[in-house]
């Protein structure tokens, strides 16, 4: 007897989204076996919902209503449910679905119900976001739905979703449709409702009404005590509740068993239990109704695979319950504004109240962090340490940043990315209104991965982290130190608006090594005009230098001090001014720095200051006014000039055009059937033979010198006379990179002979270096025109994705290593900066009289590769060495190409479920 196949659960359309009121459903493929949960979720509408979803007054949805719900095939019917809370106790409170119109048609209805308790906090937009990806992938091009014209919060759902809407009004009902093609309208609205939702998901952690502290110990020292102590000794402005069940009361507040005995509401739940209890006590936060847990325990994913299964199911029980973690094994989160004042760390330190955001992934460093922003005076707004990043990532928090008023800097110490690509995004996004500061561990690497390409060896640990940063306009520094000297400078001072610096200072020798510094940086030491120099002239003494730096001499006084800075600050020629001051026996520094401040506060914020105090008693507090002017100061003046120098890049950054993807004329499609037929029945990874990799280019539009492969002499000469001579004739292998390495390579060949020769001379050196049985026969060439040698990398990155590399080729580019990377997809502007990043630019602009390359076809080769790794991500690794580039208007060719292919997923891995 025939029986009927139930359809395939498709698991991996399960997801946990985030709702506009920062809270957490789970969403999911509807199951059969959900019927009772649905057929309570119809009963608990009230009327009004039940008659705006069946344009109907209706007391009841029917049960076959309910199971013509549950029962569906994933493909031409697919429905979606909002969950929350986990099984037996899991509900449904909300759902939604489309049914493809006839069966075959690329268009399909949808519907949605939402529970009315939960209406009006986005989850009807999720699930539409959700419906569409599902349907695009089984080939429906077009929504369609009917809305009552009084239902405005359905209306208005679809009209926010970003798709190109269309709607038709007939007796009080919207027909409406709209093709659901990802676009940039659809992908900037989903954006928008992100970054509400995050904002609004974090301000929990940061401006709790309430916090409960789990674990708080009556025994000082103790991390839970600590904590407590920290809370309330800091001033926090809302309620605290120790949570310890074997005390009566902690330094004197009321005690409670467990966060249920609690009477009242409780926004923030500080979890600092032994892990193995973190799991029950995160259950009965979600009963109380908790939205945010900072889990300082340790003894999870970092303590090897027990940890990390306690740590899932953590996140998997908050998530079920809409509630978000930070941690764990973290040291807690702050927010020095007074209105909160909040300290839920076991820092001793409280810094000062200011404008930038501080995250640490790093607890330990943490505590260094907080006490190094205190003697700085560098005031934060809020700080986070991040600990495992189970659930709140940098991500989330950069965007909680970009959204909060208090914060104008954001500062990171990362170890690790989880999601990179989002963090470039991000990044690119918020960098333009605030700037990133970055310190990220793990530059180096006991060596590099191994790799089979040119590209692939040179990629090594710390480059995708560079470009990345690069791209996004991160300021990335070396050290904490630096980390603090720019956040300092950004905190305080305007961005530059140029690169243009004067120095002003009481001892030659100082100025020297400042002005030495920022030669060395890149900024611009200008010599100072007439007019600034006669208006220094007036007062200073005849032994002052008057050039840039301007050295005032050791007698300079305050006064001195205030009025040169007023000539340099009106000079519209200098951008940026370093204050260098060392204590001689006459003037004190108490008073330079008042006369500083009371100049800088006359002239304005329009110019950018630095100070360097150089003295073991540091900056004087008369840097600062009390009303906003703050002037940061610099133990060394080679601080302060790579500071300013970070600085000023960025604000190049800022300045620099968005740039644009251009579209170009390619043969995807030929490329696609040499890609498929190439990989056909291949397992593993597979090199394109010479001709196939040509072809590949080709179809791309990227000029290739003509190339076919020959198996035996005879066939080589057959070939170079087609070609037409000289030629070159180089071994053909997949597997020996170096070519050159073992005289593989036959230049500049003119006849029969010759070709012959070449064939035979290629043999016996690959014989004498033993590897003669990789050899696969040789190829045959044109010779390209002399020009400049470039080179033109892909390889992939298994976080980042795809990194593309550009320098100088030939065989010295593993020796000589002048390359730039950058993270795919490339931009105009990027690959107009990728070329100008290398040392060795000026050779491509014609150096001491050389023919100068043609650049412009340089950086569309750059396009056309990222378009080409865009349409065909089965390559993994890609040399395009060397790349002629010859004189302007006569374009660029590719000698030499090698590309790796491996299969990939081209979607989401079908996962088998009940």
């Known amino acids: 007897m025939a029986t009927t196949r139930r359809p395939r659960y498709p698991a991996e359309y399960e997801s946990d989204v985030l709702l506009k009121d920062g809270s957490t459903v789970h969403l999911r493929p509807v199951r059969p076996q959900d019927e009772a949960a649905m057929r309570s979720l119809f009963a608990r509408l009230s009327p009004r919902s039940l008659y705006l979803r069946s344009h109907h007054q209706a007391r009841r949805v029917s049960p076959e209503e309910v199971r013509r719900f549950t029962h569906v095939d994933y493909e031409d019917a697919f429905g979606l449910v909002a969950t929350l809370g986990e099984p037996p106790r899991e509900r449904i409170v909300a759902c939604g679905m489309y049914n493809r119109l006839d069966g075959r048609s690329d268009r399909a209805e949808i519907a949605f119900t939402v529970e009315d308790s939960h209406q009006g906090r986005g989850i009807a937009s999720q699930l539409l976001d959700q419906l569409a990806i599902t349907a695009r992938d089984h080939g429906v091009a077009v929504f369609e739905a009917d809305v009552l014209g009084e239902n405005e919060s359905m209306m208005e759902v679809f009209k926010e979703s970003g798709f190109p809407l269309q709607s038709r009004l007939t007796y009080g009902t919207f027909h409406v449709a709209f093709p659901i093609s990802e676009t940039a309208e659809a992908e900037r609205k989903a954006a928008e409702r992100e970054v509400v939702a995050e904002a609004n998901s974090l301000r929990v952690f940061f401006q709790p009404r309430s916090v409960a502290v789990i674990g708080a110990s009556r025994q000082r020292g103790t991390i839970g005590a600590e904590i407590f102590h920290n809370i309330l000794g800091d001033g926090f402005t809302g309620v605290v509740y120790p949570i310890n069940p074997r005390a009566d009361a902690v330094a004197a507040v009321k005690a409670y068993a467990s966060v249920l005995d609690v009477p009242d509401e409780i926004d923030l739940a ?292 205030g009025r040169a800075l007023r000539i340099l600050l009106q000079d519209e020629g200098i951008d940026s001014v370093i204050i260098i001051f060392i204590p001689p026996l006459v003037t004190g520094a108490e008073a330079v720095a008042a006369a500083i401040r009371d100049a800088a506060t006359e002239m304005g914020r329009e110019k950018t200051l630095l100070t360097c105090f150089m003295s073991a008693r540091g900056a004087p507090p008369e840097l600062s006014a009390g009303d906003g002017c703050t002037l940061p100061s610099y133990a060394f003046p080679e601080s302060a000039a790579l500071a300013l120098a970070k600085v000023c890049e960025h604000g190049e950054w800022r300045k620099r055009p968005q740039g644009s993807i251009p579209l170009l004329a390619v043969d995807a499609e030929t490329g696609r059937g040499l890609v498929d037929t190439a990989l056909a029945g291949a397992r593993g990874g597979i090199w394109l033979d010479p001709q196939r990799a040509a072809d590949l280019l080709r179809a791309y539009g990227i000029r290739s010198a003509r190339i076919t492969a020959a198996r035996t002499p005879a066939e080589a000469v057959a070939v170079a006379e087609a070609i037409g001579y000289p030629v070159a004739v180089k071994l053909a292998s997949s597997t020996i990179t170096h070519k050159s390495d073992i ?100 050779l491509l602009e014609g150096w001491r009289g050389a023919d100068p390359g043609d650049i412009a076809a340089l950086e569309e080769i750059l396009l056309r590769v990222s378009r080409l790794v865009e349409d065909i991500p089965e390559i993994a690794e890609m040399d395009l060495n060397p790349v002629k580039v010859l004189r302007p208007g006569e374009g660029c060719a590719v000698v030499d190409v090698r590309v790796l292919l491996r299969s990939v997923l081209r979607s989401p891995p079908p996962v088998d479920g009940s």
């Not at 040179?458 to 720019?486: H, K, N, P, Y």
């Not at 005032?552 to 305050?558: D, F, Q, R, V």
């Open 270 to 561: 500080i979890v600092a239990v032994p892990a193995e209890s973190v799991l029950d006590v995160a259950g009965e936060c979600a009963r109380k109704g908790v939205r945010g847990l900072v889990v300082i325990s340790a003894g999870f994913r970092e303590t090897g695979p027990q940890g990390a299964e306690r740590e899932a199911a953590l996140l998997a029980r908050a998530r079920q319950y809409g509630m978000r973690i930070i941690g764990p094994n973290c040291m807690g989160v702050l927010n020095a504004a007074p209105s909160v004042s909040l300290n839920a760390t076991f820092s001793p330190v409280f810094p000062p109240f200011g404008n930038v955001g501080l995250l640490s992934q790093s607890g330990a460093l943490g505590l260094a962090l907080l006490d190094y922003a205190r003697r700085l005076n560098i005031g934060l707004s809020t700080f986070v340490s991040v600990g495992n990043k189970a659930d709140v990532s940098g991500n989330d928090l950069i965007q909680y940043w970009e959204q909060d008023p208090a914060t104008g800097v954001i500062l990171l110490y990362l170890e690790s990315f989880g999601n990179p690509r989002k963090f470039a995004r991000l990044a690119r996004r918020i960098s333009g209104r605030k700037p990133i500061v970055a310190v990220k561990s793990g530059r180096t690497a006991a060596g590099s991965r191994a790799a089979a390409s040119h590209t692939g060896a040179l990629a090594t640990a710390d480059v995708a982290s560079e470009a990345l940063f690069r791209q996004a306009g991160v300021i990335r520094v070396d050290t904490l130190e630096q980390l603090f000297d720019v956040a300092s400078l950004l905190a305080h001072q305007p961005i530059p608006r140029g690169r243009r610096v004067a120095i002003l200072t009481n001892a030659g020798g100082p100025g020297i090594m400042a002005a030495d510094a920022c030669e060395a940086y890149g900024l611009e030491v200008i010599p100072l005009p007439d007019a600034t120099v006669a208006a220094l002239r007036e007062f200073l003494p005849p032994e002052a230098g008057l050039s840039n730096p301007t050295d005032m001499i050791a007698s300079a006084s305050a006064g001195d001090y």
């Open 743 to 842: 005289g593989g390579v036959v230049l500049g060949v003119h006849n029969k002979r010759g070709v012959r020769d070449a064939c035979r001379r290629i043999r016996e050196r690959v014989q004498a270096a033993g590897r003669l049985d990789e050899m696969e026969g040789v190829v045959v060439q044109e010779m390209v025109p002399e020009g400049i040698e470039a080179i033109v990398g892909v390889t992939q990155d298994p976080l980042f994705g795809p990194l593309m590399m550009f320098g100088l080729g030939g065989t010295f580019v593993e020796l000589l290593k002048d390359v730039a990377f950058r993270i795919h997809s490339l931009t105009d502007v990027d690959a107009r900066e990728m070329v100008r990043a290398i040392k060795s630019y000026p």
